[in-house]
C-alpha cells in the first residue's frame, strides 16, 4: 500500500527507512524551501547510525499544496499527475543515458483527493538556480541547450509505453481568444505595438497552425519538458545542470522546448549572437547519446520556425494561470518581448494560417450526451441535471438540480419555486439516495427525471415536502413545513451549447406544466427557461464564480460564466443566441454589490462577442433570492446564492432569467 505524505508534519523515520531503502536513517530535521503556488518543497536532513557514503544527507519532498482551491487546480489541470509519472515511469529509465534529472526515492499519487509525494535527489543549496529574468550566461546556455539535447535523444529512444504523454493540446483556439482577452486587459498598455499585432494574429490562426505541427513529417517528436527555462534548472558547481519542474511533461515536437529556452532564457541581442553555435551544441547533444546524428542546424532552424509561437502562447497562458507578482509580470513581460523577437527573427508569421472562422463556430452535444455517464474515480466527480424557468406573467419562478456524487456520502437534491409577495418553498436534501433511473425516493421526496426525446424534450415531476425560505438568508429548514409539487415539460428553443473547458452543456428551453403549492396549482404555458447536463469533477469549494442564464423579450437567449479560480484572472466563457445561431463570448466582466448578509443587490455585466467590436452592457437587479449554504465532507462551507432577476441592456432591451453567485468566504475576495 502507498505512503502518501499530505503536509511535511506527517513524514516520519519509518518512511524514510523505506523510502530510502535503508534501515540506518534514525532522525530528520525539515525545512520549507521556495514559493511554490501549486506544491510545496521541503529540505529534508538525515542523520545515520552508521556513515554510508552511498546514503544522501539531504533530501527534498515535493508535496501538494495545502490549499485546497489550489490543489484542486492542480489536480485538474493534471500536472501532480504528470509530474509524479514522469519520475517514477519516465525518468528511471533514462539515468544510464542523462545525469540532469534528480533520482526519485518515492513517488505516490492519490487521483481522487490530488494528494502526491516525491521525495528526490537534492541539487544542494549550493546550487546556483537559473533566473529568466536576467537571462543565461553564455556558459549557462551552453550546458542547457547540450542537456536538453541529451535529454531529447533519450526521451526519443524512449518513447515506447508513454501513451498517457500522447494527448489533447490543452488550449484550444477559443480558449486562447479568452485568455488573451483577459491578458490584453492586464497588459496591453506594456506591451509594444508589434508584439501585441503578433499576438493578435496568432490568436486568429492558431487552429491552423495547430493543425499543421500535427501534420506528419513536419516536426521531430519526443517527450518533451514542457517548460524548459533558467527558472526549472539548478547549475550545481561542478557544472552540472539539473533540471525540476516535469509537470508539463508532454509528447510533442522537441523544437518547442528549443525554441521556448532561446526565446525565454536569453537577452535578444545574445540570442542573435549565439543562436546557431546553441543550435550546433544541441545536435551534439542530440548524437552523443543516440550514437549518431538525429538533426542538423539546418533542421532545428526550419523546426525552430515552425515552434517559434510556442513561447508566446506559454507567456498568455502562464500569466493567466499564475497568481499576480511584481516579479510575475515583469517575467511574462520579459517573455513574451523576447519571444515575439525571436517570431521575427525567424520570419515566423509567414507561416502562420490566416484566420480560420471554424474557431468560432460553438460546439454542440450529441445524443449520447444526454445519458447517464460512468463515474470517474475522483472523490469530487459529479453528474447533475439542472433546469430553471421563469413565468413572468404568473409573478413565478423556480430551478431544480439533481447531483449525483457517487464517491462520496449522498447525493443532492434541490428544488425551489418562488413568488412575489409570498414566502420561497425550498426542498433540499444533500443525502438523499442514489436513485434508479434517476428516480428520487426519500421520506419527504419523491422526483423523477425523464429524457423524452434527446436534445429535444425532458419532463420532471416532483411531489414532496418542503419548507419555506422568508426569514433568513440562507435556506437551514427552519421554518414552516409546506408541500410544493411540479410536473414540467422543457422544450427545447435553441442550439444546444456544450462548453469547451468543461464536460457540460446547457439548452434553452420553453417551459409548460404545473406547479402545486399546498392547495393552489400555478399553470405555465412555454415560458423561459433552460436545462442543463454537468458530468466530471465539480469542487464547489475550490473557486468562485458567476453564472447567468436569461432570455430578452427580443429572442435573444444568453448563458455566461465568469469563472474565479485563486490568484488568477477571471475567465470569462458562454454565448449569445438567437434561433439557430450561437456565437461565442469573448470577453465578460461581472461586476457585483452585495449586501451585508452576503446577497447580490445588483449586478453589471459586460459581454462582448466573438467577431464583434461592440459591447453589451447589461443591468441585473435580483427580484427573489434562493440562496443556499453547501456543505463539504472537510467542513468547508460555500455561500451558494441563486436569484430570479430582471435584465436591462444599454439599449432598452428587458428579459428575465436565473443568476448564480458561488463565494468561498475562507478566500480574501479579490
Known amino acids: 500500500m502507498q505512503t502518501l505524505i499530505e503536509n511535511a508534519a506527517q513524514v516520519t523515520v519509518d518512511f524514510l527507512r523505506d523510502a530510502l531503502g535503508s534501515s540506518a ?74 545525469s540532469s534529472i534528480a533520482k526519485c526515492y518515492y513517488g505516490a499519487f492519490d487521483n481522487s483527493t490530488g494528494i502526491f509525494t516525491l521525495l528526490l535527489e537534492d541539487a544542494g543549496a549550493d546550487a546556483t538556480p537559473g533566473d529568466d529574468i536576467a537571462a543565461a550566461t553564455r556558459e549557462q546556455a551552453d550546458a542547457a541547450m547540450y542537456e536538453l539535447g541529451r535529454l531529447h535523444a533519450a526521451l526519443i529512444m524512449d518513447a515506447s509505453n508513454k501513451e498517457w504523454l500522447v494527448r489533447e493540446p490543452p488550449i484550444s483556439p477559443p480558449l486562447l481568444r479568452q485568455l488573451f482577452a483577459s491578458f490584453s486587459t492586464r497588459y496591453k498598455a506594456q506591451m509594444d505595438t508589434r508584439h501585441y499585432e503578433i499576438c493578435q494574429k496568432l490568436v486568429a490562426g492558431f487552429r491552423g497552425l495547430v493543425e499543421l505541427l500535427r501534420e506528419p513529417g513536419t516536426c521531430t517528436m519526443a517527450i518533451t519538458h ?74 532545428c532552424m526550419r523546426e525552430l520556425q515552425l515552434n517559434a509561437f510556442f513561447g508566446v502562447i506559454m507567456a498568455i497562458v502562464s500569466s493567466i494561470q499564475a497568481g499576480r507578482t511584481d516579479r510575475g509580470d515583469e517575467m511574462f513581460m520579459t517573455m513574451l518581448a523576447r519571444h515575439c523577437e525571436l517570431v521575427g527573427d525567424l520570419d515566423a508569421m509567414a507561416i502562420l494560417p490566416d484566420s480560420d472562422d471554424e474557431d468560432m463556430t460553438p460546439l454542440r452535444p450529441t445524443a449520447e450526451d444526454e445519458q447517464q455517464h460512468e463515474p470517474g474515480p475522483e472523490k469530487d466527480w459529479n453528474e447533475s441535471w439542472y433546469f430553471d424557468f421563469v413565468g413572468k406573467e404568473q409573478g413565478v419562478a423556480g430551478w431544480v438540480r439533481l447531483g449525483l456524487v457517487p464517491n462520496r456520502e449522498g447525493n443532492w437534491y434541490q428544488a425551489t419555486v418562488t413568488r412575489e409577495g409570498e414566502p420561497t418553498v425550498m426542498v433540499s436534501d444533500f443525502m438523499a439516495p442514489r436513485p434508479d433511473k434517476l428516480h428520487v425516493k426519500t421520506a419527504k421526496i419523491e422526483a423523477t427525471h425523464e429524457l423524452l426525446e434527446p436534445l429535444k424534450k425532458f419532463r420532471l415531476t416532483l411531489r414532496a415536502s418542503g419548507h419555506h425560505h422568508a426569514q433568513k438568508p440562507f435556506f437551514d429548514a427552519s421554518e414552516a413545513e409546506t408541500t410544493l409539487g411540479l410536473d414540467l415539460r422543457f422544450d427545447t428553443a435553441g442550439v444546444p451549447y456544450r462548453y469547451r473547458i468543461t464536460t457540460r452543456y446547457e439548452i434553452p428551453c420553453l417551459v409548460s406544466g404545473t406547479i402545486t403549492l399546498q392547495d393552489s396549482t400555478i399553470s405555465l404555458d412555454r415560458v423561459p427557461g433552460q436545462r442543463d447536463h454537468s458530468f466530471g469533477v465539480r469542487d464547489w469549494w475550490s473557486m468562485d464564480w458567476v453564472w447567468a442564464s436569461f432570455h430578452m423579450e427580443n429572442g435573444l437567449h444568453y448563458h455566461a460564466t465568469d469563472l474565479r479560480l485563486p490568484d488568477v484572472p477571471r475567465i470569462g466563457m458562454g454565448y449569445s443566441q438567437r434561433d439557430a445561431t450561437a456565437t461565442e463570448i469573448e470577453q465578460l466582466e461581472c461586476d457585483e454589490i452585495k449586501d451585508t448578509s452576503g446577497l447580490v443587490t445588483a449586478m453589471t455585466m459586460t459581454i462582448k462577442l466573438l467577431g464583434s467590436d461592440e459591447q453589451t452592457l447589461a443591468k441585473v437587479t435580483p427580484v427573489r433570492h434562493t440562496a443556499l449554504k453547501l456543505p463539504s465532507p472537510d467542513t468547508r462551507v460555500a455561500l451558494f446564492d441563486r436569484a430570479w432577476a430582471e435584465v436591462e441592456t444599454q439599449d432598452g432591451e428587458k428579459g428575465v432569467g436565473w443568476f448564480e453567485w458561488n463565494h468561498n468566504p475562507v478566500v480574501t475576495p479579490r
Not at 27 to 47: A, Y
Not at 71 to 77: E, P, Q
Not at 251 to 261: C, K, Q, T
Open 25 to 98: 536513517v534514525s532522525s530528520f530535521t525539515s525545512k520549507r524551501i521556495g514559493t511554490g503556488l501549486v506544491g510545496e518543497c521541503h529540505r529534508i536532513t538525515l542523520s545515520y547510525t552508521n556513515n554510508d557514503d552511498s546514503l544522501p544527507q539531504t533530501v527534498i519532498l515535493k508535496i501538494a499544496s495545502q490549499d485546497p482551491r489550489s490543489r484542486a487546480s492542480g489536480l485538474s489541470l493534471g500536472i501532480y499527475e504528470n509530474e509524479v509519472r514522469f519520475y517514477t515511469e519516465v525518468a528511471p529509465q533514462l539515468t544510464s543515458m542523462v
Open 226 to 299: 514542457g517548460d524548459y527555462r533558467l527558472d526549472n534548472m539548478l547549475y550545481k558547481p561542478d557544472g552540472r545542470v539539473m533540471v525540476v519542474d516535469w509537470q508539463c511533461v508532454t509528447a510533442g515536437p522537441v523544437l518547442g522546448d528549443v525554441a521556448y529556452f532561446l526565446g525565454c532564457a536569453l537577452k535578444t541581442q545574445d540570442r542573435r549572437e549565439w543562436q546557431q553555435e546553441l543550435l550546433a551544441i544541441y545536435c551534439k547533444g542530440l548524437e552523443d547519446v543516440a550514437g549518431e546524428a538525429v538533426l542538423t542546424v539546418d533542421d
